[in-house]
């Protein structure tokens, strides 16, 4: 049937009959011929629907696929998450401020715009790494927006910046020392502030000074980041459920091997439980917050006073994570290494094992030992001649591991500890005493 009006009405309509279906629309035109048009178009549609062939749909612009679908995608996945999600977040925002992206369908984001994002980052003065960040964001959100059928051709491909700093600092014997003392100096510090308040001349007049909270709070979370190898937040969060049996059971984390059980120290759970109070319930470390705990912020003037007033070079506190993992890899076998850090593979925990000058020396100097048969003046013991060289390796390293005698074996960066594998399978079991002997002491 050719195009008609309806009784009463100006405006021309088409209906045909499509694969046994009627179809019958008001093309809102009062132009026969292009009613005409349109109903041509329409069966033209159908038919290429039959054949697969779809009309390409316009892509949408990064920041409409942003808002549309990927935050809210990120904010229902990673709810319980939030740091994943405030990296995420702040991602976005990075991307989508910025118009040579944010205003730009996703099909037409090309290797120049990208370029032209990360000239405008550099000269803002971010780093490779926080630009690097922004743009695993950028290649997550190209990636889905390919998979949910957003943009037809390939997406296109994001390089990550070279020059990438990593965390490689450990920290010395010394530097620890000195940290530590800073920290207890600090909280002497804020506690002779307020006896000299209370004897003040306010306090005469009847205005009380702000009793300081936790004035020991930074040398009481830095000694089990310090002995733990705890993830910052992982201790932000502890609660006193988590403190049991001599051990923290960490319940929360960046993987589901986050879960893990780590025997404390004798400070470090020393420390712990002179906080528990006589009926202790909820965070360990409570802190006047939006998440109700401690936060990264919290510690952040008093642990830059601490290494500023110890003179020594400026870290993180994740700092602490790596200097322990180091130091537990000179004496613990690789899979129980990697269970106490909350890894799933050895390639993550690879990242954490810096061997240090002293480290390397010992192993190059067991090495010589065992294949020219004398020590270069290093160690205090020689193998003895016609000896087998695993034996002399284990007279070498009695020392070093507090004379319990355990047969080591240097193949790579993480030194296993052969009694480990004659031990039951299970990592949670470790005693404390391992840790220990690896911990220097306040």
Same mark, same amino acid.
């Not at 696929?65 to 995608?73: I, S, V």
């Not at 944010?102 to 984001?109: S, T």
């Given at each position: 049937?050719?195009? $008609?009006?309806?009784?009463?009405?100006?405006?021309?309509?088409?209906?045909?009959?499509?694969?046994?279906?009627?179809?019958?629309?008001?093309?809102?035109?009062?132009? =026969? *011929?292009?009613?005409? !048009?349109?109903?041509?178009?329409?069966?033209?549609?159908?038919?290429?629907?039959?054949?697969? &062939?779809? /009309?390409?749909?316009?892509?949408? %612009?990064? !920041?409409?696929?942003?808002?549309?679908?990927?935050?809210?995608?990120?904010?229902?996945?990673?709810?319980? =998450?939030?740091?994943?999600?405030? $990296? $995420?977040?702040?991602?976005?925002?990075?991307?989508?401020?910025?118009?040579?992206?944010?205003?730009?369908?996703?099909?037409?984001?090309?290797?120049?715009?990208?370029?032209?994002?990360?000239?405008?980052?550099?000269?803002?003065?971010?780093?490779?790494?926080?630009?690097?960040?922004?743009?695993?964001?950028?290649?997550?959100?190209?990636?889905?927006?390919?998979?949910?059928?957003?943009?037809?051709?390939?997406? %296109?491909?994001?390089?990550?910046?070279?020059?990438?700093?990593?965390?490689?600092?450990?920290?010395?014997?010394?530097?620890?020392?000195?940290?530590? !003392?800073?920290?207890?100096?600090?909280?002497?510090?804020?506690?002779?502030?307020?006896?000299?308040?209370?004897?003040?001349?306010?306090?005469?007049?009847?205005?009380?000074?702000?009793?300081?909270?936790?004035?020991?709070?930074?040398?009481?979370?830095?000694?089990?980041?310090?002995?733990?190898?705890?993830?910052?937040?992982?201790?932000? *969060?502890?609660?006193?459920?988590?403190?049991?049996?001599?051990?923290?059971?960490?319940?929360?984390?960046?993987?589901?091997?986050?879960?893990?059980?780590?025997?404390?120290?004798?400070?470090?759970?020393?420390?712990?439980?002179?906080?528990?109070?006589?009926?202790?319930?909820?965070?360990?470390?409570? +802190?006047?917050?939006?998440?109700?705990?401690?936060?990264?912020?919290?510690?952040?003037?008093?642990?830059?006073?601490?290494?500023?007033?110890?003179?020594?070079?400026?870290?993180?506190?994740?700092?602490?994570?790596?200097?322990?993992?180091?130091?537990?890899? /000179?004496?613990?076998?690789?899979?129980?290494?990697?269970?106490?850090?909350?890894?799933?593979?050895?390639?993550?925990? =690879? *990242?954490?094992?810096?061997?240090?000058?002293?480290?390397?020396?010992?192993?190059?100097?067991?090495?010589?030992?065992?294949?020219?048969?004398?020590?270069?003046?290093?160690?205090?013991?020689?193998?003895?001649?016609?000896?087998?060289?695993?034996? +002399? &390796?284990?007279?070498?390293?009695?020392?070093?591991?507090?004379?319990?005698?355990?047969?080591?074996? %240097?193949?790579?960066?993480?030194?296993?500890?052969?009694?480990?594998? !004659?031990?039951?399978?299970?990592?949670?079991?470790?005693?404390?005493?391992?840790?220990?002997?690896?911990?220097?002491?306040?």
């Amino acid at each position: 049937m050719a195009v $008609y009006k309806q009784n009463g009405s100006n405006k021309w309509w088409y209906k045909f009959s499509w694969d046994g279906r009627a179809i019958c629309k008001s093309t809102k035109q009062t132009n =026969k *011929r292009v009613a005409e !048009q349109m109903e041509s178009a329409h069966k033209a549609s159908l038919a290429k629907g039959e054949v697969g &062939i779809r /009309e390409k749909q316009p892509a949408p %612009t990064l !920041q409409e696929f942003a808002e549309r679908d990927f935050k809210p995608y990120v904010e229902s996945r990673f709810a319980s =998450k939030p740091k994943t999600l405030e $990296y $995420y977040c702040y991602g976005i925002k990075n991307l989508t401020e910025y118009a040579g992206l944010g205003r730009v369908p996703l099909d037409a984001i090309t290797s120049d715009k990208i370029a032209a994002f990360v000239s405008k980052r550099r000269n803002s003065g971010l780093q490779v790494t926080s630009i690097n960040r922004q743009l695993e964001v950028l290649r997550r959100m190209l990636r889905l927006a390919q998979k949910w059928g957003k943009i037809q051709a390939t997406a %296109t491909t994001v390089e990550m910046l070279s020059g990438e700093n990593h965390r490689e600092r450990v920290l010395s014997g010394n530097e620890q020392d000195l940290y530590l !003392q800073a920290a207890v100096q600090i909280a002497k510090d804020i506690e002779d502030a307020y006896q000299r308040a209370l004897k003040g001349t306010r306090a005469a007049r009847g205005k009380e000074p702000i009793k300081p909270e936790d004035p020991y709070l930074l040398r009481d979370v830095t000694t089990i980041l310090l002995d733990c190898a705890l993830r910052p937040e992982e201790c932000f *969060r502890l609660q006193w459920g988590d403190v049991r049996d001599g051990a923290l059971h960490v319940l929360f984390g960046k993987t589901a091997n986050a879960r893990r059980r780590i025997p404390l120290t004798k400070r470090a759970l020393a420390l712990i439980e002179m906080r528990r109070p006589s009926s202790a319930k909820g965070w360990v470390f409570p +802190a006047p917050t939006q998440s109700g705990h401690i936060e990264k912020s919290t510690l952040k003037k008093q642990h830059k006073k601490a290494y500023t007033e110890a003179k020594i070079e400026p870290f993180t506190l994740y700092t602490f994570r790596h200097t322990c993992l180091t130091r537990w890899a /000179e004496v613990m076998d690789p899979y129980t290494l990697a269970y106490l850090a909350g890894h799933a593979d050895f390639s993550t925990t =690879k *990242r954490y094992v810096h061997p240090q000058t002293e480290t390397v020396l010992a192993a190059l100097d067991r090495a010589r030992e065992v294949k020219g048969g004398h020590s270069f003046g290093h160690s205090r013991e020689k193998a003895a001649e016609g000896e087998d060289p695993s034996a +002399a &390796i284990t007279i070498n390293v009695m020392n070093a591991l507090d004379g319990r005698g355990e047969r080591i074996r %240097t193949s790579g960066l993480l030194v296993p500890n052969q009694a480990l594998y !004659q031990a039951e399978p299970r990592p949670e079991l470790i005693q404390y005493s391992r840790l220990q002997s690896v911990t220097r002491t306040l």
